[in-house]
């Protein structure tokens, strides 16, 4: 779960780590309100998606006036399709350098990852891999002084400012740490007369760790459909095409949306509705595709855990209660095939036995 | 010849009493898997299809002696699980659950390193030495012995290449799943490395997919390490970038973990990539002839 940058901040308080002093906002009205108590200010959209100041979503102000003309801008901007709710208003800071800083999780390392660097303020992607520090952090442990001095090493700090990193890392460590999250990026990290501020605050929260994190606020990017997909704990993803797709396992899934694709056609999903799986969830989740209006319905069940009789349970239950008007391409092989094509043949639905002749079926249907 | 685990290997079942644990006890006694006891704990005393059951994973050491288990629990409990299992001494932990904390995850990791323990998964069907002991859930009867080791992040698509396979006559040594989730314990190398030492492996199908590093990782191994000729299926062409596609893993960040990405380090390493799952074995056909 991605953490708007107010959130992010919020949290950095929380954990000592320091901020520019600011005001949360919805409307113009209220910005220029903010930008006369605050002064100098910056005036920064709240929306997830990245490359938001090249947008034109970050702006400054020198007084209420134009405080108020900036927020009603960007007020009407739209970032990748969604309009920011929200504005922050901070007081603008005196930054003598921009660094840049972060932790993530390091999927080979199986282990945090400190990532530092004396190139702040531009695209992480275009910092040259030499001038960006790694240090994994190995979780017995936890993050040492020494770790510290070491990134600082590299990066050629020391000094005051080596002193400023070794105060302003635990606490960043700590909060990742104990938010269980999956990515704390700092970018850029001020350096100021008065020490190191975070500028900016991009947080991600692992969502399978969530349950444990009550205090947290819950934020979510998904489309309408997404979320009732998750509410039925399905993995489902919109896509743009006419084709719409079910089976049971991610790289299957995957696998078949690949096929379609090349033999011509296009996916209107990605739906995994997981192993082992009862009749009533696969039900609905033959129901949400249905109602997303495809014009073919390819189904490509290999049963491990999933049980074919029981998809195929489902499906005729679904097309006695709601009608399936539109042409199927069904293929059903694994666990308990025989019992669930005998469901399936009783009701004169053909399957297919091969994924590759399924999928080529379902594309000349859509076509 | 097999890799990991032989007919040999005996194992727990932590959580077995539940209906994913009992119902694959009884699958995996039913390939040959020596299942010695089982755990769950306030359940000691029981039986699951023969299997004793104890109330701790000590407890059940007490009473037998074992090398490896496999996990069956809701996600909260694994971390706690896997930790008593390392603690007690077992040197093979296959963790089937999905939805494990990255940061439980990473502990158990960090811990199991310390043991000289390796960890299968999380969110993986586990393991499986073709014709004499399975660790996992896979469906039993697609795994017949031959000279093939397979190593693949998901689970249906690699029972949908493993059969197609078995379909054509050529069995498998070992077949390991490395789970779909961005912190796993075994990664392509670790497989690969004993792939290639092993005598009866004569060619290797790597299973990947979209996000992360793990293919380019292998393909720099391949290029600098391999003898045996390795054989890749890739999924997630077709996946738009930013959007997780049921596997936490698979997703592409900031532009990297592309298809296209490992395509190219895969080839450029001299592996032959398929472009669809059919045309997996007869690739392999044709390198084995």
């Given at each position: 779960m991605k953490l708007y940058e107010y959130l992010g901040k919020e949290l950095f308080n929380r954990f000592d780590i320091p901020v520019p002093g600011s005001r949360l906002v919805e409307n113009a009205e209220q910005a220029g309100a903010a930008a006369a108590e605050l002064g100098d200010v910056v005036i920064k959209s709240q929306v997830l998606t990245g490359k938001r100041g090249k947008a034109g979503g970050i702006a400054f102000a020198s007084d209420p006036e134009e405080a108020r003309k900036e927020a009603s801008r960007i007020l009407n901007m739209s970032f990748s399709g969604y309009a920011a709710e929200k504005l922050l208003v901070e007081e603008k800071i005196a930054i003598e350098q921009e660094l840049y800083l972060a932790i993530t999780i390091d999927g080979t390392a199986q282990r945090p990852v400190v990532l530092a660097s004396l190139?702040?303020?531009?695209?992480?992607?275009?910092?040259?891999e030499e001038r960006m520090i790694r240090w994994p952090v190995d979780v017995g442990i936890g993050l040492q002084p020494y770790m510290i001095r070491e990134i600082c090493r590299q990066m050629g700090v020391s000094g005051s400012l080596q002193k400023e990193f070794l105060k302003f890392l635990p606490k960043l460590y700590r909060m990742f740490k104990e938010l269980d999250a999956e990515l704390a990026e700092i970018n850029p990290l001020a350096l100021t007369p008065q020490g190191l501020i975070a500028a900016d605050a991009k947080v991600t929260i692992d969502d399978d760790a969530l349950?444990?994190?009550?205090e947290l606020p819950r934020i979510s990017e998904k489309t309408d459909l997404e979320k009732k997909a998750e509410e039925l704990d399905l993995a489902y993803v919109e896509l743009e095409g006419d084709i719409a797709v079910m089976a049971n396992g991610a790289g299957i899934t995957m696998a078949t949306l690949d096929m379609v694709q090349h033999y011509g056609g296009e996916p209107a999903n990605f739906l995994?509705?997981?192993?082992?799986?009862?009749v009533e969830k696969t039900s609905k989740s033959l129901e949400l595709l249905l109602g997303t209006d495809p014009r073919v319905l390819l189904i490509n069940i290999f049963g491990g855990i999933t049980r074919c009789d029981v998809v195929a349970e489902a499906f005729v239950g679904v097309k006695k209660s709601k009608g399936i008007d539109l042409p199927v391409s069904f293929r059903l092989v694994g666990t308990n095939e025989e019992e669930g094509r005998a469901i399936l043949e009783k009701e004169g639905i053909k399957t297919f036995e091969s994924m590759d002749e399924a999928v080529r079926h379902a594309v000349e249907l859509s076509g | 010849m097999s890799v990991y685990i032989n007919e040999n290997t005996r194992v727990l079942v932590q959580g077995i009493t539940g209906r994913q644990g009992s119902f694959h006890t009884g699958q995996m006694l039913a390939y040959?898997?020596?299942?010695?006891g089982g755990v769950s704990p306030g359940k000691g005393g029981q039986e699951v299809e023969g299997v004793p059951v104890y109330n701790s994973t000590f407890e059940a050491l007490e009473n037998h002696e074992a090398e490896a288990s496999i996990l069956f629990m809701p996600a909260p409990f694994v971390k706690d699980a896997a930790m008593e299992a390392l603690d007690a001494g077992l040197k093979l932990l296959v963790l089937i659950p999905e939805s494990i904390p990255l940061h439980d995850a990473m502990e158990i990791m960090a811990y199991a390193k310390q043991k000289n323990a390796v960890i299968v998964g999380p969110n993986t069907f586990g393991l499986v030495s073709s014709g004499s002991s399975k660790i996992g859930i896979?469906?039993?009867?697609?795994?017949i012995p031959g000279p093939v080791g397979v190593v693949s992040r998901s689970g249906t698509l690699c029972y949908e290449i493993v059969g197609h396979l078995t379909d054509s006559g050529i069995g498998t040594t070992t077949v390991v799943g490395l789970g779909g989730?961005?912190?796993?314990?075994?990664h392509f190398i670790d497989v690969l490395k004993k792939f290639e030492d092993d005598?009866?492996?004569r060619a290797v199908i790597m299973v990947g997919e979209i996000g992360g590093s793990a293919e380019e990782e292998a393909a720099a191994h391949i290029a600098a390490n391999m003898s045996k000729p390795v054989i890749a299926y890739l999924a997630g062409k077709s996946a738009p970038p930013?959007?997780?596609?049921?596997?936490?893993?698979a997703i592409i960040e900031r532009g990297r973990g592309t298809f296209e990405s490992k395509v190219e380090a895969l080839t450029g390493a001299g592996v032959k990539v398929a472009?669809?799952?059919?045309?997996i074995s007869p690739l392999v056909q044709s390198v084995l002839d």
């Open positions: 190139d702040g303020g531009m695209d992480v992607e275009d910092v040259p349950y444990r994190h009550p995994d509705f997981g192993g082992g799986a009862d | 040959g898997t020596k299942l010695v896979m469906p039993n009867r697609y795994f989730d961005r912190v796993v314990g075994l005598g009866d492996t930013g959007k997780r596609m049921g596997h936490a893993g472009d669809l799952p059919t045309q």
